[in-house]
Structures are given as structure tokens and as C-alpha cells.
């Protein structure tokens, strides 16, 4: 990360090696912010999976206790009872075919739904929507036919998350303004959450290392 004089000032007391309690990470993240907009708080866990492994990936949704405070934008594949639900419940866009001409002009959404039967439709842009990590699954719960209570989750904050190719799960699970218990009360049920989500496959550790970090800022590695 380049930084300004003043900027590494701001944090030369700070010892990265040293590893927090989660309350004090935060409390420092908060004191120690760079930037003017309202920063994302991120938490980045660190497991012992091989993802080349289908068996050990790890795949899922959670809903912070005290949400994610941001408006989150959704387009629905539906048709039917179900597209009409999905607009009563203030989905951005809803439709089929007329949904994936629009979406591969532009992706304005921060998440896809889709009822089942969609499916067959929304594979057509599947290239487009897996790298940007928006493809609909039935484990992250954006592949349902409650299509009311989906959208009504995802608006508390549901967070949809997996790991990556180095077997690290990243997650935004709140806004630094949040107050501090907030923040703190939502990554230790975030971490509690994925602890209990353990591969069978996997015989060694699961979770390593958690780390905390703003969206433009540091990271400081906290007690799992």
C-alpha cells in the first residue's frame, strides 16, 4: 500500500505483528481511517483447504446481526407469481430473456436471484456472471422459490460468500461508521459461523488466520 508521510505517521504505532481482539482491531481501523467515504469493514479468513479438492470448498450465505448498511440493488430471473412477488418486494429488475439482453449491457445489480425453473435462461450469461461472482446457487440461497423472503434477506444484509483459489473467504460485513460493538458483534458471528462449516475432507486445520481490514486501508490480524 503506498502511503503519504502523513498517512504512515498516522499508523507508526501500530504493531502489525501484533495480534488484536477483535474490538480492538476495530476501535483502531475506525481511528485510523484514510479516507473521506464511508469504507466497508472486510474480514479476510485464512483456511487450510485445497480448493483444488471439491470435497474441502466451502459455500454458503449469513445475515450480520446488524446488517450491512448499504441499499442493495437485485434482479430477479422469474416469471409469473414469482416475478410479481419480486417487484412488490422492490427487486430492481425482473424478467427472462429480456433480463439477459439487458444485463449484458450493463450490470447494475449487487446481486442475482433466480427461481429454479430460470435457470436454463440465466446459464446463457453464466461466463458473464461467475468471474463477478453473481451467479445464482442454491447454497448462497439465490436460487429459491421464496422469492419474498429472499429478497427481504438480502436487504438485512445477507452476505453470500466462498473461498478462493488460495482457499481465503472474503466477506464486507458492515460500514466503519458502524459502532463498534456493531462491527465487532458482526465478524465474531461471522467467524463462529464459518467455523462451524468445516469440510469432512479436511483433516488439518480449518480456520488459520483472520485478518480485519477497511476497504482502503490495512489489515490487522485478530484472535480467531
Known sequence: ??????????????????????????????EKKFVKFDESLEVSINTGIDSKQSDQNVR?????????????????????????EAKAA????????DLITSLEKKIDVDVI???PDMMSVVSKIAKILG???LMPNPKTGTVTNDIKSTIENINK????YKNDKAGTIHAALGKVSFDES????????????????????????????????????????VEI
Do not use: C, W
Open 131 to 133: 468471474p463477478k461472482g
Open 90 to 97: 422492490g427487486a430492481k429488475h425482473v424478467g427472462g430473456d
Open 60 to 84: 454458503g450465505s449469513f445475515i450480520p446481526p446488524h446488517g450491512l448498511g448499504k441499499k442493495v440493488q437485485i434482479a430477479v430471473f422469474a416469471q409469473g407469481k414469482a416475478a410479481e
Open 113 to 115: 436471484v433466480a427461481t
Open 157 to 160: 444484509g445477507l452476505v453470500a
Open 1 to 30: 500500500m503506498n502511503l503519504t508521510k502523513n498517512k504512515k505517521k498516522q499508523i507508526e504505532d501500530i504493531d502489525f505483528k501484533k495480534l488484536y481482539k477483535i474490538s480492538d482491531a476495530v476501535k483502531i481501523i475506525k
Open 182 to 221: 456493531k462491527l465487532t458483534e458482526n465478524v465474531t458471528s461471522f467467524i463462529d459461523e464459518i467455523k462451524k462449516i468445516k469440510p469432512s475432507g479436511l483433516k488439518g486445520n480449518f480456520v488459520n488466520s483472520v485478518y480485519l481490514s477497511s476497504s482502503m486501508g490495512f489489515g490487522l490480524r
